[in-house]
């Protein structure tokens, strides 16, 4: 059958309110997870990592969440601001020696005024 | 801030021609990775690459891909004989340690069209 391209979920947020971006893993092995912003014509730009061993990982304006029970991922972003509009993408390493990240298909952001 | 150089931005090719994309990764990292990313699909791991040589590398790095460190600061991706179903944008990222437990960084990616 024909290849179809992913189709992005959105999520529209207020400028100023606080957004939530979820992500669901499959590999229960996973032991590290990163989340990246991509806009437009750039490659992924590196927001916030968390380790297994972790629940939650605070840093500017952004703060992950890791439930393992249940393999989700989230991503809050305070206080959104225009600059924040791009698709945010978790990834994870599998661990076991693994060098490669397993990208999730993204969520784009769009900030509305 | 350092960041992943890639050049060029937009590369065009012939089917069946050879294609090297370049990178220059950061300058003290020690991982170095090739990732792809088709039109409107997920990231996709390539290969990694660590002390001269390959670390790990995906189904999808078959025989028609290699990589190089040829210098100091470069790290390249070559095609060798390009398929239509190549086209997609390559991402090249960098690591200080292995990407097990270190955030790679990503340059701003080569798209490659195949004609």
């Excluded at chain 2, 790095?61 to 095609?79: A, C």
Aim: hydrophobic letters at 30%; glycine letters at 8%.
């Amino acid at each position: 059958g024909e290849s179809v391209g992913l189709h992005l979920p959105t999520l529209s947020v207020q400028e100023g309110d606080n957004s939530i971006i979820n992500c669901a893993y499959s590999n229960s092995a996973s032991d590290y997870f990163i989340w990246y912003k991509q806009e437009s014509g750039k490659g992924p730009q590196f927001i916030i990592d968390i380790r297994s061993n972790m629940d939650k990982r605070q840093g500017q304006r952004v703060t992950v969440l890791l439930n393992k029970t249940v393999k989700h991922l989230s991503l809050q972003i305070a206080a959104t601001q225009p600059g924040d509009s791009a698709v945010y993408f978790c990834a994870e390493n599998i661990g076991g020696g693994a060098d490669g990240l397993t990208f999730g298909k993204g969520t784009h952001l769009i900030i509305q005024p | 801030e350092p960041e992943v150089t890639q050049t060029p931005s937009h590369q065009v090719t012939q089917m069946g021609q050879e294609v090297i994309l370049r990178c220059v990764p950061i300058s003290n990292h020690l991982y170095f990775y090739w990732y792809r990313q088709i039109l409107g699909q997920k990231v996709e791991f390539l290969v990694s690459f660590y002390n001269n040589e390959i670390s790990e590398k995906s189904e999808i790095f078959d025989d028609q891909f290699s990589v190089e460190r040829p210098d100091g600061s470069n790290f390249t991706l070559k095609i060798r004989s390009t398929k239509l179903e190549d086209s997609a944008m390559y991402f090249c990222a960098s690591s200080i340690y292995r990407g097990s437990n270190q955030p790679q960084h990503f340059g701003d990616g080569t798209r490659l069209s195949i004609l």
